[in-house]
């Protein structure tokens, strides 16, 4: 009896074994994990007042058209498999904009916390108070993502080639407006989104998405981080202007220089300032401090011609063909293992007067020279 009752218990063992091993191989498995990230995170909401032209008198909130790749092989692949999706931007315009008159106009790209007060919007109106045309792009809530989620999750599920998209879907739409001269159209962004504005010089993005422009007039990188390399073999001939602080350290000025190098040997004009003593953010609205936010140092991440990454030489994630977004957002959070050795924690953040004076004065010389 006794002998029985053990039989039955190893038998029972060894079922609930094969229960777990069996739950943990599904859950390694890419699809699995992107029908549990689906469950997660909610869809995209599509408001009906989306356009394609802008109106005599557009001005505040207006929804667009736009898309979102996720992953820059996406893009490569002409869009195939990129989900539609309802941007939203907020659009400045000077009184005197006409179309007897029209003016130059920014995309303006947040960085990975979102709008933040002090920065984005302020901006918008110092570019208004200077004949100039703002249209501040919000990146996170067309694509679900609201201030209730993490900052992790936000981070995980919006890309910077989706802002690109949205960049270019920007200037697709504001090129339609007779207020605007389409021939100065600019993009300028912060953190994230000075990356993703300094990331869309590449003219594969204009070929994909913006096919029947010239592209942007010109580019402007607050203080985005430098561990992407592209593979960029030509780039849009206009200049560059990008602007980073000396004790920031999410910004690792030694693979700043080396972008910067890259872009000037296919022909780009870049504009350097390097604010002493700056850290990160110097426009928000939040006071100066050493905040243990996460950042990428002493990698390089790479991309082969089809658009996968790299990290010294090993692909990143092992997407099937024709992956969901979902299994592309499992295997971004899942691939954080591969930069343990360059992952880093602390860098100032705040606000810093003197920095944001400066960086008003530059950016507006810089527009006057070339727009």
């Not at 006794?2 to 229960?19: E, S, T, Y």
């Not at 907020?90 to 179309?99: D, F, G, N, R, V």
């Not at 872009?263 to 003593?277: D, R, Y």
Request: charged share 20%; aromatic share 10%.
């Amino acid at each position: 009896m006794c002998k029985a009752g053990n039989n039955r218990m190893k038998k029972r063992f060894a079922v609930a074994l094969g229960f777990v091993v069996l739950l943990v191989l599904l859950l390694q498995s890419r699809a699995v994990q992107g029908v549990l990230i689906g469950w997660y995170l909610p869809g995209f909401p599509h408001p009906q007042d989306a356009v394609t032209a802008l109106a005599d008198d557009a001005a505040g909130a207006i929804h667009f058209r736009t898309a979102s790749p996720f992953d820059l092989d996406v893009v490569l692949g002409g869009m195939k498999g990129a989900t539609p999706t309802t941007g939203l931007g907020y659009l400045t315009m000077p009184e005197t904009a006409s179309a007897a008159d029209p003016v130059p106009a920014m995309v303006i790209l947040p960085g990975s916390g979102g709008i933040s007060p002090g920065r984005e919007h302020e901006y918008a109106q110092l570019l208004e108070r200077n004949g100039i045309a703002a249209f501040v792009i919000e990146y996170y809530l067309p694509r679900g993502m609201t201030a209730d989620f993490p900052y992790a999750v936000r981070t995980s599920s919006v890309t910077e080639f989706d802002i690109i998209t949205d960049a270019y879907s920007a200037l697709v739409l504001l090129s339609t407006s007779a207020r605007i001269d389409p021939r100065r159209i600019g993009v300028m962004g912060f953190s994230y989104g000075g990356m993703a504005a300094r990331l869309a010089m590449d003219e594969r993005f204009r070929r994909v998405l913006a096919p029947d422009l010239p592209g942007f007039a010109l580019h402007v990188d607050f203080y985005g981080p430098c561990f992407q390399k592209l593979g960029t073999t030509r780039a849009s001939d206009v200049p560059l202007l990008t602007l980073r602080g000396s004790d920031d350290n999410s910004n690792d000025l030694a693979a700043c220089a080396a972008r910067q190098r890259e872009l000037e040997a296919l022909g780009v004009s870049v504009e350097t300032h390097i604010f002493p003593g700056a850290g990160h953010a110097w426009e928000v609205a939040s006071p100066r401090a050493l905040r243990d936010n996460p950042y990428l140092r002493g990698c390089e991440v790479g991309y082969d011609d089809k658009g996968f990454s790299y990290l010294d030489d090993r692909r990143i994630t092992n997407l099937a063909p024709g992956a969901s977004r979902f299994e592309r957002i499992a295997a971004r959070i899942t691939s954080g293992a591969a930069y343990d050795d360059c992952l880093h924690h602390g860098y100032i953040v705040g606000h810093d007067g003197q920095s944001t004076r400066k960086g008003h004065e530059l950016l507006l010389a810089f527009l006057a020279r070339h727009f």
